[in-house]
């Protein structure tokens, strides 16, 4: 129980560009995901809690009109990065569960 | 004080021996604590969640919490080569249902 797909797995886009992310939860409904960020050698980094039908809670020092979080229903989530730059290179992942939280499989962003 | 601390390794361990991981975290009204297992280069697995004083195996996993000390463990028996990762504590607090984590512990299990 509790997968949560992502996708896509690997994205190359250009600088100035947006860049969609998707999780879904394929197997319980989701009233709240996460989204991290991580950088290499490093923990993951909490930047926003997304609610189902509401607004996303973002964690201090991360813009909310760059990583602009949609949450329409209950097993998708999307994370948009904004006027991506080269320093938005990353990788991102989604969590979401029902007890142990479960990630995607991640979501690794390259800006040229 | 981090809220959530871990050694960060590596923790280097002979095959067949017991990886002992520990973990100690800042709020005493965290509820609930995690155990990840992240490869390099992928997303991190759950291998398993405790919520009361004590221990709880899954497998050759054992998770062993103590609130009152603040310290919640990790033990892999028989490490195999395949466990060489880093592991990841993280908690979750009295206040919502955001997770907290630490800075994780690489662990290599040589042959």
């Known amino acids: 129980g509790a997968v949560v797909s992502q996708h896509p797995s690997r994205v190359i886009c250009k600088s100035g560009t947006s860049v969609k992310i998707e999780c879904r939860s394929l197997?319980?409904?989701?009233?709240?995901m996460f989204w991290y960020r991580q950088f290499p050698k490093q923990s993951l980094m909490l930047m926003a809690t997304s609610n189902e039908g509401s607004k996303a809670t973002y964690e201090q020092g991360v813009e909310k009109d760059k990583f602009l979080i949609n949450h329409a229903s209950l097993t998708l989530s999307t994370l948009t990065v904004t006027s991506a730059h080269p320093e938005d290179s990353s990788f991102y992942i989604c969590?979401?569960?029902?007890?142990?939280?479960?990630f995607g499989s991640g979501t690794r962003l390259t800006v040229v | 004080q981090k809220e959530v601390e871990q050694n960060s390794g590596p923790l280097s361990v002979p095959e067949g021996a017991i990886a002992s991981l520990n973990c100690t975290y800042s709020d005493r009204g965290s509820q609930s604590f995690f155990w990840y297992r992240q490869y390099s280069g992928k997303s991190p697995e759950l291998i398993m969640f405790i919520y009361s004083n004590g221990d709880k195996e899954d497998g050759r996993f054992t998770a062993q919490l103590n609130k009152a000390s603040q310290y919640v463990s990790l033990l892999i028996r028989d490490s195999q080569p395949s466990d060489s990762a880093t592991y990841l504590c993280?908690?979750?607090?009295?206040?919502?249902?955001?997770?907290?984590f630490g800075g994780g512990t690489r662990v290599l299990v040589k042959p």
């Open positions: 993280a908690v979750r607090g009295a206040a919502g249902n955001k997770l907290t």
């Open positions: 197997d319980f409904q989701a009233t709240t």
């Open positions: 969590s979401a569960g029902t007890g142990g939280y479960t």
